[in-house]
């Protein structure tokens, strides 16, 4: 089994700004850990780009670690039938009460309330709800990142980000060393 690190939405180097010192330090643990880049996305009223890039990588049982975009890019993936075992969600741009596939073993939720950016995804979900292809379907962005998740699955479980990581928590070998403990589990 493999763990597959899903970039989010502003990325010019194929991830490696954000998902590079994770796989470092899952490869320094053993684990074949591998960056799913889908390329630089300016306005997400789409993901289908991002969703085909996770699911060409998913292999059945592999762990996925999705940030920001990139974690609700490897939800649409898994409702879409990838065979995701393990769900790790870091600053996910997502909304705080999505209900997840049935299939995932477990989810992981890695949150900071002062992760500010996924503000800006609550109301993108808002803004983009007045067009007509979103109204039987919301987008699925919101403030997950902020709030953790909010619902009553059990398989879901909550990790709050070292104080002050807000959205970088790339940027943070303590949240570093965090992200990977959870990939672990």
Known sequence: MGVKLVHGIRSLNKGKATMRG??????????????VAYGYVLVPLS?????????EAVKPGDVVV????????????????SQIRHLVL????LHKSHAF????DR???LFDPDDTPVLLAR??????????????????WGEMGRTGYVGNDPRVHNHRLPKGTGHGWFASADAIVRVANVVSV
Request: charged share 20%; aromatic share 12%.
């Open 22 to 35: 994770l796989r470092d330090v899952l490869h320094a643990r053993g684990r074949d850990a591998q960056i």
């Open 47 to 55: 993901n289908s780009r991002a969703i085909n890039a996770v699911q």
């Open 66 to 81: 999705g940030y920001s975009n990139g974690a609700w890019a490897a939800v649409q993936a898994a409702e879409m039938g």
């Open 90 to 93: 870091v600053s996910p741009a």
């Open 101 to 104: 596939p049935e299939h995932i």
């Open 107 to 109: 989810i992981d939720v």
């Open 123 to 140: 109301w993108w979900r808002k803004f983009t709800g007045i067009f007509p292809w979103r109204w039987r379907k919301p987008h699925g």
